[in-house]
């Protein structure tokens, strides 16, 4: 259960549109190092992911009575995506458009992808302070931080790889109403399996 809550959370918060995603798949539509876009993402998202997990454990360990108050800030964070989420398919605000692409040498390619994993707050706020602080409060939360891996690893590999289907399929709204809207019932329902955790 851990495994599967890990890759439904995890991929519920990396497929969002954002610099990295628009980057990613221009990138990967101009061929240009594909598998040096993927694998710097994928890996950047997995040590955050396990770094947030295994500190979020320690210090649920050494200070028990912080663990309410990161169960209540993971809560309402979740609620606040959710609605987000949902508001989004309502408006049908959503739409990745990627822009034209040119290719460059590797060394640059992976640079820059590391610029943009690394240095988007929002990356932070995903797998180091959400992922890391449910995770912890998980049954099982190295079988939680696996799953939420596997989520990053699966959504990079397509939009990588499959990235002329997916643009064409991530450029229409009533697609993207539908993402948002399970986007939207998974972050309630993690939101909701979160609170009956004791």
Wanted: hydrophobic residues 60%; glycine residues 10%.
């Amino acid at each position: 259960m851990s495994f599967l809550s890990g890759i439904g959370l995890g991929l519920s918060l990396i497929v969002a549109i954002g610099a990295q995603n628009i980057w990613v798949l221009s990138q990967s539509m101009a061929g240009a190092n594909r598998l040096i876009v993927a694998g710097t993402c994928m890996l950047c998202d997995v040590f955050l992911i396990v770094i947030g997990v295994f500190a979020a454990q320690r210090i649920n360990a050494a200070i028990p009575s912080i663990e309410p108050f990161l169960k209540w800030g993971g809560i309402l964070l979740l609620s606040y995506l959710a609605i987000g989420a949902f508001k989004r398919a309502w408006d049908g605000s959503s739409g990745l458009h990627a822009s034209g692409a040119t290719k460059q040498a590797w060394q640059k390619t992976f640079l820059t992808a590391l610029a943009i994993s690394l240095l988007n707050p929002h990356v932070y706020l995903d797998t180091v302070i959400l992922l890391g602080n449910i995770g912890a409060m998980q049954a099982e939360p190295k079988w939680f931080a696996a799953g939420a891996c596997v989520g990053s690893v699966l959504w990079f590999s397509c939009l990588s790889f499959f990235a002329p289907k997916l643009n064409i399929m991530l450029t229409s709204v009533a697609r993207w109403r539908a993402f948002d809207t399970v986007i939207g019932l998974i972050l309630a329902f993690v939101a909701i399996q979160l609170y009956f955790i004791a």
